[in-house]
């Protein structure tokens, strides 16, 4: 009776079986992660429920009989060569290297228990480390290794395994694995009784025991199961998906077993087309208005008494800054500046630096701003690095420059350029000539200057105004809260284009938030640009409370909860954008709307989006 076996086992158990084989798993689980991070499509509960569905998964007769082929020829189990399937989907899916898979074990390795009724089984915790230089072929053979092990040291009952490792604990998941692997592979039988016959009946599942269970067994028509999956974290068109890219994997892997594990296809043709082809059909065709300073002109004839820029002591119409920028630009181009001739300009948050850039666009030249607040090393590396012509400045920051710099200080030249014609200069630029050129952080390194072209530049004004702006009538006051030397300025520059004022943010206000939203609603503010992390800081001090806002929000991840409390506000249109300096400021954009998740949105016109894994292949839907 199964009694007497229980008694057996504990006795054998206490001979020092029970010792050696727990110190294999000690050595084979140390330090193994606690938790598998898949993408889920929910958050995952502090507390797991069991509540679960079920999506089929099936494998061809051709696939199944490739597989059960290659398994002979490798010296493998098809179980094994599943769990090594099933563990590279798990890697790629979750990014990481270490998986442990549970795995149910008949545990009647004994004849003398083969007519015995009782719940023999056993858990098995099944572990690999994926390197995605290697290849699936030698990821098999490991797995081969370890799962005999396994199977040699598979008489410790899991419950005891968990005592006596201590695993971290959480009420929010399983310890030690969290994704089962279930192949039935007992012949087939079938069930008679005298007077009766058996037709199983399918069910739906109501309970699953892990996050996911792939479950698969042996027919005629091929490999046949189910995944079960918790519905608190995942949707029934995720774990269909998931069943998908396991059939796509095992297809890639039999052809190219010898290929690195990051190569293996995962997506098929139709989703390949669709994440890189569908989803980046954003091609658009847009009127070309000129260069940013050409449009600038038009729009200065459209509406000359209009309020252009403000700082803290000067405002300009778009006619008055206008007139001056010429009068710089006149000057600029006798001193040489044309196209793809660079120009560095520093000055303090003003109204004068807004003159200056505009000039020199007017003269055909490209910008470079650079900040007053850094280093001289990485001023004095810039001006180098970029090969400025010259330099245009107030006579204040000269002691931040080598003497040697050819600089034109725009405080001290007044008379000399108000002497010089107001008219726009003649137009040089081509779509193709350099606009700008802004320098990034160097993180990695030395500071990086990127280089921008108009037609980039004006591409993003036109894509900014078909989604950001595509509901706006009437002039607005639009901040310019960044630094000229950071990219984040130049959407905001480029909204002179269709009327709208410039408001430079105060530098006291850029560091208090609560100078900032005085000043947003003193100065009856439109639109805002500013990171998660201050825009959290400026709602805490009634931002938006009293009249609408636009506020454009980038640089950072906006979380959850932040993206939560954005879309409650009636008051607020807030939109996430992201985009690299390389890729003109901003490649995509999405509204901050109720009942929506944190996402960077959909590509903006005449930009392509990939979301690529670590080895530069396309991940999946709902793979980071």
């Known amino acids: 009776q199964y009694a007497d076996y229980a008694v057996w086992q504990r006795q054998w158990l206490r001979d020092g079986v029970l010792d050696a084989q727990l110190a294999y798993w000690k050595q084979q689980l140390a330090d193994a992660p606690a938790l598998l991070e898949l993408p889920t499509d929910r958050p995952r509960p502090s507390v797991q429920s069991f509540r679960g569905a079920s999506v089929p998964v099936s494998f061809s007769p051709t696939a199944s009989a490739a597989l059960a082929s290659f398994c002979q020829a490798e010296g493998v189990t098809p179980?094994?060569?599943?769990?090594?399937?099933?563990?590279?989907?798990?890697?790629?899916?979750?990014?990481?290297?270490?998986?442990?898979?549970?795995?149910?074990?008949?545990?009647?390795?004994?004849?003398?228990?083969?007519?015995?009724?009782?719940?023999?089984?056993?858990?098995?915790?099944?572990?690999?480390?994926?390197?995605?230089?290697?290849?699936?072929?030698?990821?098999?053979?490991?797995?081969?290794?370890?799962?005999?092990?396994?199977?040699?040291?598979?008489?410790?009952?899991?419950?005891?395994?968990?005592?006596?490792?201590?695993?971290?604990?959480?009420?929010?998941?399983?310890?030690?694995?969290?994704?089962?692997?279930?192949?039935?592979?007992?012949?087939?039988?079938?069930?008679?009784?005298?007077?009766?016959?058996?037709?199983?009946?399918?069910?739906?599942?109501?309970?699953?025991?892990?996050?996911?269970?792939?479950?698969?067994?042996?027919?005629?028509?091929?490999?046949?199961?189910?995944?079960?999956?918790?519905?608190?974290?995942?949707?029934?068109?995720?774990?269909?998906?998931?069943?998908?890219?396991?059939?796509?994997?095992?297809?890639?892997?039999?052809?190219?077993?010898?290929?690195?594990?990051?190569?293996?296809?995962?997506?098929?043709?139709?989703?390949?087309?669709?994440?890189?082809?569908?989803?980046?059909?954003?091609?658009?065709?847009?009127?070309?208005?000129?260069?940013?300073?050409?449009?600038f002109e038009a729009q200065s004839a459209l509406s000359p008494l209009a309020l252009a820029v403000l700082d803290d002591s000067l405002a300009l119409s778009f006619a008055e800054l206008n007139s001056r920028a010429n009068q710089l630009a006149h000057h600029l181009r006798a001193l040489g500046v044309g196209p793809e001739v660079r120009v560095a300009l520093c000055f303090e948050r003003s109204a004068l630096s807004l003159l200056a850039l505009l000039a020199i666009l007017k003269a055909g030249g490209a910008y470079v701003p650079l900040d007053s607040s850094a280093p001289p090393e990485r001023l004095a590396f810039m001006l180098q690095d970029s090969g400025a012509l010259l330099l245009l400045s107030h006579s204040s920051l000269a002691h931040l420059f080598p003497s040697s710099t050819h600089s034109l200080f725009l405080d001290s030249s007044s008379s000399l350029l108000e002497a010089l014609?107001?008219?726009?200069?003649?137009?040089?630029?081509?779509?193709?000539?350099?606009?700008?050129?802004?320098?990034?952080?160097?993180?990695?390194?030395?500071?990086?200057?990127?280089?921008?072209?108009?037609?980039?530049?004006?591409?993003?004004?036109?894509?900014?105004?078909?989604?950001?702006?595509?509901?706006?009538?009437?002039?607005?006051?639009?901040?310019l809260n960044?630094?000229?030397?950071?990219?984040?300025?130049?959407?905001?520059?480029?909204?002179?284009?269709?009327?709208?004022?410039?408001?430079?943010?105060?530098?006291?206000?850029?560091?208090?938030?609560?100078?900032?939203v005085a000043w947003a609603a003193a100065h009856h503010l439109d639109v805002l640009d500013c990171s998660p992390s201050l825009l959290r800081l400026l709602l805490d001090e009634g931002l938006a409370s009293s009249r609408p806002l636009r506020v454009l929000v980038g640089g950072e991840h906006v979380d959850d909860s932040l993206w939560a409390r954005i879309s409650a506000l009636p008051l607020l249109s807030c939109f996430n954008v992201y985009g690299p300096t390389e890729c003109t400021v901003d490649a995509s954009s999405r509204l901050i709307a109720p009942n929506s998740r944190p996402a960077l949105g959909k590509p903006l016109p005449n930009v392509s989006l990939f979301v690529l894994d670590d080895s530069l292949s396309p991940c999946p839907i709902g793979v980071p």
């Open 421 to 479: 014609p107001s008219s726009n200069p003649s137009h040089l630029s081509l779509p193709q000539h350099l606009a700008y050129v802004i320098y990034t952080s160097g993180s990695t390194g030395k500071p990086k200057g990127v280089l921008i072209q108009h037609a980039s530049l004006m591409n993003l004004r036109a894509a900014l105004a078909s989604s950001v702006y595509s509901d706006v009538s009437s002039p607005l006051r639009v901040s």
């Open 79 to 295: 179980f094994m060569a599943l769990l090594a399937l099933w563990q590279t989907l798990l890697s790629r899916y979750s990014g990481q290297l270490d998986i442990s898979v549970g795995s149910p074990i008949a545990g009647r390795q004994r004849s003398e228990t083969e007519s015995l009724i009782g719940f023999f089984v056993n858990t098995l915790v099944l572990r690999s480390s994926l390197q995605p230089h290697l290849s699936f072929r030698h990821l098999l053979s490991s797995v081969r290794s370890s799962t005999l092990a396994a199977f040699e040291h598979q008489d410790v009952p899991f419950e005891k395994l968990v005592e006596v490792l201590h695993p971290q604990r959480s009420l929010s998941h399983s310890p030690l694995f969290q994704v089962l692997l279930v192949l039935q592979n007992t012949p087939a039988s079938s069930l008679s009784l005298p007077g009766l016959s058996f037709l199983p009946l399918a069910r739906d599942f109501e309970a699953t025991k892990a996050d996911l269970s792939l479950s698969l067994s042996d027919s005629p028509s091929g490999l046949r199961g189910s995944l079960s999956f918790r519905t608190d974290l995942f949707d029934p068109s995720t774990a269909s998906r998931l069943a998908l890219h396991l059939r796509t994997l095992l297809d890639s892997a039999l052809a190219s077993p010898n290929a690195p594990l990051a190569s293996l296809q995962l997506l098929s043709q139709d989703e390949r087309s669709t994440l890189l082809l569908d989803w980046n059909d954003s091609a658009q065709s847009f009127p070309w208005r000129g260069c940013f300073h050409e449009a």
């Open 482 to 516: 960044a630094p000229l030397s950071f990219d984040a300025s130049v959407k905001q520059l480029l909204q002179l284009v269709d009327g709208h004022s410039l408001l430079f943010v105060p530098q006291a206000a850029r560091e208090d938030p609560s100078l900032l």
